[in-house]
């Protein structure tokens, strides 16, 4: 028999200041998985996550799935019974490298509360999901129980496209059968309201590594005759995208699909929209293919964005050479149905087309994923719907979402279950920037609005 809502919101709201310390705590551990000098702190953020979910009663094992890569975290509640429907819960506790750290107000990894938010790397994207998902699920089973069984499955390689969840959602297909997914790595729509995600973007992210001489030359003595891989790096990078937005990697856009006309009806496409979105990132102005709105640029457009370029002298003071290397990261989020293979095929053909003599260009995928579109007519959406209004006092918008969840697509294809994607970040959050922070009020409101829907669910089921 399963507990009271009404009971297990009471304890929430008396564990309001312990849940406040401990995403303190965990915000704390700067679990950079991009980082191999902290491989030892996202490991022991998973520990840290195995301990919370052992000290109310979950069984908990931590997967080794690929060799070199991070756990994946298991964690089951089976105390509703045989007999009751499961929801499985998605999240990861790797978090991006902080830097530029000279643009953070306080350090990245010593959590400030200012003016009713916490600030730190992580506290958005994406510790704020997954902590809010466990002590929902502590409340809830300290009021006697949900009247669903709940199982989390937490990564430490999100933040870099890694393989480990992948491959063990595939393998363990059979073992992880599930009545719905609920993909907890998002946040608000930017107009405030929450969010229910009808589609994400995927991606492709490369290294282009360029190389000309065997050594840095001096460029008085050999300028004008030895080739510059930095001069022609940025030159390849430039022509990759027209001053319009447009992409001409040869057969970029054959694939890309439209989205439904309903579907399309339904965005906001004003002008307003996109002034709110050049406030948001205190831009003069937006850029981008004329022909489609800002809502459509970031939602069911494709993109391709230089993510960093380095080579060369960059100190203080002067050092006239010419470099014999120079590295870029080039980043491509694509659409349905746009497949990661085909884009980088074109990419690396394109690139040595464009390339100068003397100057040799390697392109390399160091991740992607595929893009995803989610129903968001199914049950569990609606029952997420309604625990949103509830403690936002709100609806949720259906929305897509320019980002990408690798894994959600593996969720989709290996368990068969409804997926939910959503999340509690409010607008404009600074995830993967400096001075990351999250809304301590959506942290109250998200906690209540998870113990709302698990308990919707089994009024679903029923």
């Known amino acids: ?80 019974g045989p007999a009751a429907p499961t929801l499985t819960v998605y999240g990861h506790y790797d978090v991006q490298p902080p830097d530029p750290l000279e643009e953070w107000h306080s350090p990245p990894f010593e ?10 790397r992580g506290s958005s994207d994406n510790k704020n999901n997954h902590l809010a998902a466990l002590l929902a699920a502590r409340f809830a089973i300290q009021a006697g129980g949900p009247p669903i069984n709940l199982r989390f499955l937490l990564e430490g390689e999100e933040e870099t496209t890694g393989e480990a969840l992948p491959r063990y959602l595939r393998q363990q297909a059979a073992d992880l059968a599930t009545d719905w997914v609920l993909v907890w790595d998002g946040g608000f729509s930017p107009d405030g309201r929450p969010a229910l995600v009808t589609g994400l973007r995927g991606i492709l992210y490369t290294e282009f590594q360029a190389g000309g001489a065997a050594n840095d030359l001096h460029s008085g003595g050999f300028g004008g005759v030895a080739p510059n891989p930095l001069n022609t790096l940025a030159r390849v990078l430039g022509e990759l995208k027209g001053r319009d937005g447009r992409i001409t990697i040869p057969g970029f856009y054959d694939r890309v699909q439209q989205p439904a006309a309903e579907e399309l009806a339904a965005w906001d496409r004003s002008k307003s929209y996109g002034e709110l979105l050049r406030t948001m990132i205190d831009a003069s102005a937006l850029e981008g293919e004329a022909d489609y709105s800002p809502v459509e640029r970031t939602w069911s457009r494709p993109t391709l964005d230089v993510n960093g370029m380095i080579g060369g002298f960059t100190g203080a003071g002067a050092k006239t050479v010419i470099p014999a290397a120079a590295t870029a990261k080039v980043s491509m989020r694509l659409v349905p149905d746009q497949d990661p293979s085909e884009i980088l095929a074109a990419l690396q053909a394109h690139v040595q087309r464009l390339t100068t003599p003397g100057v040799r260009i390697d392109v390399k995928q160091l991740g992607a994923a595929r893009p995803v579109l989610a129903d968001v007519r199914n049950p569990a959406a609606l029952a997420l719907r309604r625990a949103f209004e509830e403690a936002f006092s709100q609806p949720a918008m259906p929305v897509r979402t320019g980002g990408s969840i690798p894994v959600a697509l593996d969720f989709q294809e290996a368990l068969g279950a409804p997926i939910v994607i959503s999340g509690l970040s ?37």
């Open 1 to 80: 028999m399963s507990g009271s809502l009404a009971e297990a919101l009471l304890f929430a709201e008396a564990g309001w200041d312990h849940s406040v310390a401990e995403l303190s705590e965990e915000l704390r551990i700067p679990s950079i998985s991009a980082l191999p000098e902290h491989e030892a702190d996202v490991r022991r953020n998973c520990e840290w996550l195995v301990d919370r979910f052992r000290s109310f009663g979950c069984e908990v094992s931590s997967h080794e799935v690929v060799e070199g890569g991070y756990p994946v975290l298991r964690a089951e509640w089976r105390g509703a």
């Open 426 to 462: 409010q607008p404009g959050s600074g995830a993967h920037g400096p001075n990351e922070h999250f809304s301590l009020d959506h942290y109250r409101r998200g906690i209540e609005t998870l113990l709302r829907f698990y308990w919707g669910l089994a009024e679903t089921a029923g």
């Open 111 to 120: 959590p400030s509360l200012r003016d009713g938010f916490i600030f730190a």
